[in-house]
Structure formats: C-alpha cells, structure tokens
C-alpha cells in the first residue's frame, strides 16, 4: 500500500482544500494523519489511488513538497502491548520509522495499522516482521 506525504504552508483552511480536492476528483480518503510543524502542515494520506490523489494535490497553491512511498499494512491483536511487540522487532533490527498510525480496526479482535519505515529500510522492516511479497 502506498502513502502520501503532503507538506504544505500551515494556514486556516488547509485541510478542507486537501479534502475537497480529491473528493472532486473521486479520490476517497482511507486514512489521514496530520499535524502542523511550525510554518509547515504535514498530511499523511491512505487512498487506494494515490497517482490521482498526487495529480489532484499538486493543483492545491501552498503545497511545499508531495510524496508517495510504500507502507506496510500489518494486522495486530486488538489489545494492550501488541503495538510494543512490533515496534521492539523493528528497533531489534535497527529499522528507522517515519511514520505510524492506525487505519482502523477490523473487527474486535484485530487493529490496522499502517508503518513507514524510511525508504533505506522497507525491506528490513519487512524482514522483522515476517512480511513476503
């Protein structure tokens, strides 16, 4: 699965600009995470078409930087300590995280979650987690 980065000038009204953007373009928005970063604003995207979602994002004025990069999508036990089980393999093996956050759950017992290793240790990451593709 892929992500979106969005970096853009931290102003009232962002976000609505981000959101009707790609609803006008028929792209839906499957998970977001954002936060403002002094000047910047930074919107981490889920769609299951990011080249739309890119080409509808780069009509948006403020838009600093845009990029798409892969996550990996792990189903984890919906209960306490699972997050820290993945999270000691990856800094086992010394994987470097941008970014991570929940997609959602997908019933009561399991929990979506969306990791961002950077680029240089996507396949590690991968390892330590048990992921074949």
């Not at 936060?35 to 919107?43: C, E, I, L, P, S």
């Not at 991570?100 to 590690?124: C, M, N, R």
């Amino acid at each position: 699965m892929k992500e979106i980065t969005v970096i853009v000038e931290n102003r009232i009204g962002t976000l609505a600009s981000i959101a009707e953007a790609l609803g006008g373009s028929g792209v839906n928005i499957e998970a977001i995470a954002a936060y403002g970063q002094g000047t910047n604003a930074v919107f981490r995207l889920v769609t299951r078409d990011p080249t739309s979602a890119k080409k509808s994002l780069d009509r948006i004025t403020g838009i600093r930087n845009i990029t798409i990069a892969d996550i990996l999508v792990i189903q984890m036990a919906n209960r306490p300590g699972e997050l820290g089980k993945i999270t000691r393999k990856l800094s086992n093996r010394k994987v470097d995280l941008e970014s991570v956050y929940i997609l959602g759950k997908t019933d009561h017992a399991f929990t979506e979650v969306a990791i961002k290793p950077v680029e240089a240790h996507l396949a590690l990451a991968k390892d330590a987690l048990g992921i074949k593709e």
